[in-house]
């Protein structure tokens, strides 16, 4: 981030941001080890949310910047609540067995809390920076 906070060094921040993340990304396909049904999915819904990114940020203006900023954001607050919720779904049968079920619906919880508090939040400043 500190890349990005002047001119001549932005490219050079930007292009190591698109490093960092395409290296999480080889990362967590390493780890995951996707079989080849899953990384259709996978691959399908990264270029579904891709086209779509740039669609919406193809036509907005740069003064619309901080606007852009804060819808996103929400999506990324709505992806955590769903997340969470899914985990929890998938996790509930497992809950009368296992010990540890208490760490699990709280890290549930206070996912889909802070997901919906984001996600709420930059709503309402989107609305605000919006008029």
């Given at each position: 981030?500190?890349?990005?906070?002047?001119?001549?060094?932005?490219?050079?921040?930007?292009?190591?941001?698109?490093?960092?993340?395409?290296?999480?990304?080889?990362?967590?396909?390493?780890?995951?080890?996707?079989?080849?049904?899953?990384?259709?999915?996978?691959?399908?819904a990264?270029?579904?949310?891709?086209?779509?990114?740039?669609?919406?940020?193809?036509?907005?203006?740069?003064?619309?910047?901080?606007?852009?900023?804060?819808?996103?954001?929400?999506?990324?607050?709505?992806?955590a609540?769903?997340?969470?919720?899914?985990?929890?779904?998938?996790?509930?049968?497992?809950?009368t067995t296992?010990?540890?079920?208490?760490?699990?619906?709280?890290?549930?919880?206070?996912?889909?809390?802070i997901?919906?508090?984001?996600?709420?939040g930059?709503?309402?400043?989107?609305?605000?920076?919006?008029?």
């Amino acid at each position: 981030l500190a890349g990005l906070s002047t001119q001549s060094t932005a490219r050079l921040g930007n292009a190591l941001g698109m490093i960092g993340v395409a290296g999480g990304l080889a990362a967590t396909l390493g780890g995951l080890r996707p079989s080849p049904e899953l990384m259709a999915q996978m691959s399908g819904a990264m270029a579904v949310g891709g086209t779509l990114g740039l669609g919406i940020a193809t036509r907005m203006q740069i003064s619309e910047l901080p606007q852009l900023v804060a819808a996103f954001h929400s999506l990324v607050g709505l992806a955590a609540m769903l997340t969470c919720v899914a985990e929890y779904m998938v996790e509930y049968p497992h809950f009368t067995t296992d010990s540890a079920t208490s760490l699990t619906k709280i890290i549930a919880y206070l996912g889909t809390y802070i997901g919906g508090v984001t996600f709420s939040g930059s709503l309402v400043a989107y609305g605000k920076l919006q008029g």
